[in-house]
């Protein structure tokens, strides 16, 4: 099984270049989180999904957007990126309150 | 909103020690509980999970962590560490309701180094 995968694994941006980190998973799960990870901070949760077709924002949403079009696939876009957005992304998804499984993280350097 | 609070942000012990990581949760009724492993470069990994079957929950790797309603603790535990036990871990809670009710919150991390 796949299980989460999550695509670009490194990605370097200069400031105000847009992209879209990909999230898919294979166990139909209903919830989906995106999170991001920096030292001393643990995971702060930008933006999650309890289904398709609907998001919801997390701790730290500003500066960040995400679509849930089908069930397996959540994106998580930066319009306009910033330094403060150098960190390393965590897609997650989980059944229900179950345990959530994790995808092996994006690592994003803004310049 | 329900929080966890991971007192220590780094612990070291011996090889063979007793481990013990310490959060808090913070949430006006029993929530999920569950504790994950992050090593090096690699996503994070669930160890254990308290779903309110059982006060003490056995994880993989020899850990367990015992739930305590009074002390509003999930203390992470393991008898004896072993050198392949250095890694950050997690403290996380979620909501017993459905929806947005049920997103998962983690706390600040501890890094576990174990010595010689």
């Known amino acids: 099984n796949a299980g989460v995968t999550q695509t670009p694994k490194f990605r370097v941006l200069k400031t105000g270049q847009s992209m879209t980190l990909l999230c898919a998973q294979d166990?139909?799960?209903?919830?989906m989180y995106w999170y991001r990870q920096d030292p001393g901070m643990g995971l702060r949760l930008i933006h999650y999904?309890?289904?398709?077709?609907?998001?919801a924002k997390g701790e730290v949403p500003d500066g960040y957007n995400v679509s849930r079009l089908k069930k397996q696939n959540f994106l998580l876009g930066l319009e306009s990126a910033a330094p403060s957005q150098t960190s390393v992304y965590f897609c997650?998804?989980?059944?229900?309150?179950?345990?959530?499984?994790f995808g092996q993280g994006t690592r994003l350097t803004v310049v | 909103a329900q929080s966890v609070t991971q007192l220590g942000s780094h612990v070291s012990v011996s090889e063979g020690a007793l481990v013990l990581l310490r959060c808090n949760y913070s949430?006006?009724?029993?929530?999920?509980l569950f504790w994950y492993v992050q090593y090096p470069n690699q996503g994070l990994q669930l160890l254990l999970k308290?779903?309110?079957?059982?006060?003490l929950v056995k994880g993989i790797n020899g850990f367990e962590a015992e739930f305590k309603k009074s002390e509003t603790s999930f203390h992470l535990t393991k008898p004896s560490a072993h050198m392949s036990d250095a890694a950050e871990y997690f403290c996380?809670?979620?909501?017993?309701?459905?929806?947005?009710?049920?997103?998962?919150?983690f706390g600040t991390g501890t890094r576990l180094q174990v010595t010689l």
């Open positions: 997650a998804s989980s059944y229900g309150v179950g345990q959530a499984f």
């Open positions: 166990m139909n799960h209903e919830y």
């Open positions: 999904s309890v289904g398709e077709g609907t998001t």
């Open positions: 949430s006006s009724v029993p929530p999920y």
């Open positions: 308290y779903t309110s079957a059982a006060t």
């Open positions: 996380a809670v979620r909501g017993l309701g459905t929806g947005t009710a049920s997103k998962l919150t």
